[in-house]
């Protein structure tokens, strides 16, 4: 028994190799950098209402972990699996609101193990891709936004409501359709303009009893 510890010891001992410490500090500074690209990418990809801001330090601190993590496995195969075992019995529910949530966790790994591994340039490219993608993608789709436009009235004549509807939105689909005694409640699925908003509301308080209007994000916990 004793032999096997030793043996076990001497293997676990001989598994380590000297840390470059100018390695590991380069290391921090491109994570540092790149992490930093990253939490200003998915800034930029949500409006105010849609946007977590601790999801994005979360985003920051997996890419510091996994690099850390790859450095881990350089210098101590052994401990590293030891690790893995650890990390392999813990398990998350935590569900993603947003597709694109799930784009920017496999970002954030790979991006941390890229740099773990000292292949700065694959990292420093994929992350200057994605950023001037998503920026493109995100500027289209801040500004035409899915909301949800809810009008409630009294009597019949909700026409003049639907003419706005179509004058003032690219696109707009009725979602449902609510009659109690006399009064309504309509659901339009628009697509607006931020800046829009105000105008529409105002256009549609004006006509005759309408009693409330409101405008909900698609994505709201509301």
């Given at each position: 028994?004793?032999?096997?510890?030793?043996?076990?010891?001497?293997?676990?001992?001989?598994?380590?190799?000297?840390?470059?410490?100018?390695?590991?500090?380069?290391?921090?500074?491109?994570?540092?950098?790149?992490?930093?690209?990253?939490?200003?990418?998915?800034?930029?990809?949500?409006?105010?209402?849609?946007?977590?801001?601790?999801?994005n330090i979360t985003l920051v601190i997996i890419s510091f972990l996994s690099a850390m993590f790859m450095t881990l496995v350089a210098v101590n195969?052994?401990?590293?699996?030891?690790?893995?075992?650890t990390l392999a019995i813990v398990r998350f529910r935590v569900n993603a609101k947003d597709f694109l949530d799930i784009a920017f966790i496999f970002?954030?790994?790979?991006?941390?193990?890229?740099?773990?591994?000292?292949?700065?340039?694959?990292?420093?490219?994929?992350?200057?891709?994605?950023?001037?993608?998503?920026?493109?993608?995100?500027?289209?789709?801040?500004?035409?936004?899915?909301?949800?436009?809810?009008?409630?009235?009294?009597?019949?004549?909700?026409?003049?409501?639907?003419?706005?509807?179509?004058?003032?939105?690219?696109?707009?689909?009725?979602?449902?359709?609510?009659?109690?005694?006399?009064?309504?409640?309509?659901?339009?699925?628009?697509?607006?303009?931020?800046?829009?908003?105000?105008?529409?509301?105002?256009?549609?308080?004006?006509?005759?009893?309408?009693?409330?209007?409101?405008?909900?994000?698609?994505?709201?916990?509301?």
């Open positions: 028994m004793n032999i096997l510890m030793e043996n076990l010891k001497e293997t676990f001992l001989s598994s380590f190799i000297p840390v470059d410490m100018v390695s590991v500090f380069l290391q921090i500074i491109a994570i540092s950098i790149l992490s930093s690209v990253m939490f200003f990418t998915y800034r930029c990809c949500f409006n105010n209402l849609q946007y977590n801001k601790n999801f195969p052994l401990l590293a699996l030891g690790t893995i075992g970002w954030s790994i790979i991006t941390g193990t890229m740099v773990g591994v000292n292949n700065y340039f694959l990292a420093i490219i994929i992350t200057v891709c994605l950023s001037l993608f998503l920026l493109i993608f995100s500027k289209n789709r801040k500004s035409q936004n899915v909301k949800m436009l809810i009008v409630r009235g009294r009597g019949k004549n909700f026409m003049p409501i639907g003419s706005l509807v179509y004058e003032m939105t690219n696109k707009s689909n009725v979602k449902a359709k609510n009659f109690i005694d006399d009064s309504y409640e309509i659901v339009y699925e628009i697509r607006l303009k931020d800046q829009e908003e105000n105008i529409l509301i105002e256009k549609i308080s004006s006509v005759q009893d309408v009693i409330s209007v409101n405008i909900l994000d698609s994505n709201s916990q509301v």
